[in-house]
């Protein structure tokens, strides 16, 4: 499609205006053709376009920054995660990626993010390569009506000139760089082919905006029950989030970003982006079967002769992934709408292996461990991450998170309490030992614990108290061990496991003194303790 005039307007006045050709809104066809023409990938054997984001395969945090500009510079929770750069680096930034773009080919899509009306952004995308805008198609939400399009007036725009590094600036740490100007609706992305930058620059403005909305902005993945019933699972990439919310019993409402109004809950996207390192069609079926349709994505896969694609291959990276448009996960919500949660799962997955499979937590609990964040960063999901690592993520996604995360976790107490949800502690991590000599948590296991918890089967299980950290732990659960229950009983040596434990109890401790003056005693008390087992 013929980019409209207004669209090509709005490119000008960003500086864009000297481009070879600006395809608009095409086609996952279109855009295969021209992938393919242009080398950027290669079809694979069943349909999906497979691609390569080397030297990147994963996020980079520390070139993520926000502009510090007057209409947001209060309320951004400036630090290690919200890195401010000058509107005047911003701007040296955009006139070098105009000057880029002359000559080239670029590719407009404009989209939405939020499956509610009530909340919904309109988002540009602008990228050079065309693979980049058959991801966006995919991840983002597709008007029904191209005839709307011409008058689409982006709230945000993404450039992603992604073949375009950065001068040295004495702002920047590399050549690569995700800036957000907040006050004009700009995101630029450039030195990274690693598609999943475009999709959380959105999720991060969302989770300014949405806020001020009365919107609780969340990294978690969502699906309804028989009974029509919510649940939101929340978790960093490769906790599992993805893998238990595509529930053949369930009807999924998303996989990675929601909001909770106080209509519900509502997604924020149109597509799923999942981890393909070991798919297989027994373990997780819904996500396997979108591998073999025509417009999904693959990236970083390796293919074999036959250009099947061989999913335990991680020579390339750990952090292969597959992006893919919602409506082919069969029973994916048509809507992106849902009920109040019933049920709150924090997904973790513990490197030290000493958390207890599942486990129920209070009020105060929950508030504790959603700020705590605590999980391992997965091998591949991040630059420079080549095995499991313990880390403290506030929010399950404080890498996301503009505001304080004090703020993000009020109104998680404040829903909560409103709707009676019940919160369970999920390790989908490591047993019987730490990461080398314990074992990952079995998947059939997990997805019997969780159904366990969503059904409300362990609302009259008895439960014993971790002397570590305090949680409450079911006694028994049908279709599970009972000695998996309890990890303590699962290592060899419980001296062992009690040093461990002793260790994280710890950690969370050092972690969350930061928050000593900004939280309730009750809420600072509900943490783990390191005392002794007699």
């Known amino acids: ?86 509107p005047e680096l911003f701007d040296r930034l955009l006139t070098g990626m105009g000057k880029h773009a002359k000559g080239r080919d670029v590719f407009v899509r404009d989209c939405y993010a939020g499956a509610d009306p009530r909340y919904r952004i309109k988002v540009r995308v602008v990228t050079e390569k065309a693979w980049h805008s058959i991801f966006a198609y995919n991840m983002f939400l597709r008007p029904a009506d191209d005839d709307d399009l011409p008058d689409f007036t982006p709230d945000v725009t993404v450039i992603d000139l992604c073949e375009y590094t950065a001068p040295e600036e004495d702002e920047l740490h590399s050549s690569t760089f995700i800036l957000l100007n907040l006050g004009r609706g700009l995101v630029l992305i450039g030195g990274t082919h690693y598609a999943g930058e475009i999709k959380k620059s959105i999720f991060s403005a969302l989770n300014y905006w949405l806020p001020q909305k009365n919107v609780f902005p969340m990294h978690c993945s969502a699906n309804i029950g028989l009974e029509g019933e919510s649940a939101v699972f929340f978790g960093l990439s490769g906790t599992g989030k993805t893998t238990l919310s595509a529930d053949a019993s369930r009807t999924l409402i998303g996989d990675d970003e929601h909001g909770w109004s106080d209509n519900g809950v509502f997604n924020f996207e149109g597509g799923c982006y999942a981890k393909a390192i070991k798919l297989s069609p027994e373990g997780e079926p819904e996500i396997y079967g979108t591998t073999k349709q025509f417009g999904t994505i693959v990236e970083n896969v390796v293919l074999k002769n036959d250009r099947s694609i061989d999913f335990d291959d991680a020579t390339i990276t750990q952090n292969t992934r597959i992006s893919y448009p919602i409506w082919m996960i069969p029973n994916a919500s048509k809507t992106g709408i849902g009920g109040h949660p019933k049920t709150v799962v924090f997904l973790t997955a513990d490197a030290f292996g000493v958390l207890p499979p599942i486990s129920k937590l209070t009020p105060e609990q929950a508030m504790y461990h959603f700020l705590s964040g605590y999980t391992a960063k997965v091998a591949g999901t991040e630059r420079g991450v080549t095995e499991p690592k313990a880390t403290f993520s506030a929010c399950f996604g404080e890498p996301f998170m503009v505001l304080p995360p004090t703020r993000y976790a009020e109104m998680l107490g404040e829903k909560i309490r409103t709707h009676n949800a019940q919160v369970f502690l999920v390790n989908t991590g490591w047993t019987g030992g730490p990461y080398g000599t314990g074992n990952r948590m079995k998947l059939a296991y997990t997805r019997t614990m969780v159904n366990a918890a969503l059904n409300g089967e362990l609302d009259q299980v008895g439960t014993s108290i971790d002397p570590f950290f305090g949680l409450a732990i079911p006694t028994e659960i049908k279709g599970v061990p009972t000695e998996l229950l309890n990890p303590r009983g699962t290592w060899e040596s419980t001296e062992g496991y009690d040093k461990k434990a002793r260790e994280l109890a710890e950690m969370f401790a050092e972690n969350f003194a930061k928050y000593g003056d900004s939280v309730s005693e009750t809420i600072f008390s509900a943490g783990p303790t390191a005392e002794e087992i007699v």
């Not at 499609?1 to 205006?17: E, F, K, Q, S």
């Not at 481009?19 to 069943?46: C, D, F, H, S």
């Open 1 to 86: 499609m013929n980019a409209p005039d207004a669209v090509l307007r709005d490119l000008a006045a960003l500086g864009l205006d000297g481009t070879q050709n600006v395809y608009y809104n095409l086609t996952p066809a279109e855009l295969y053709e021209y992938a393919v023409q242009r080398n950027e990938g290669r079809i694979t054997k069943y349909g999906p376009l497979s691609a390569r984001t080397d030297p990147h395969t994963g996020r980079s945090p520390n070139d993520r920054f926000l502009v510090k500009e007057p209409s947001s510079e209060i309320q951004v929770g400036w630090g290690n995660t919200n890195k401010p750069v000058s």
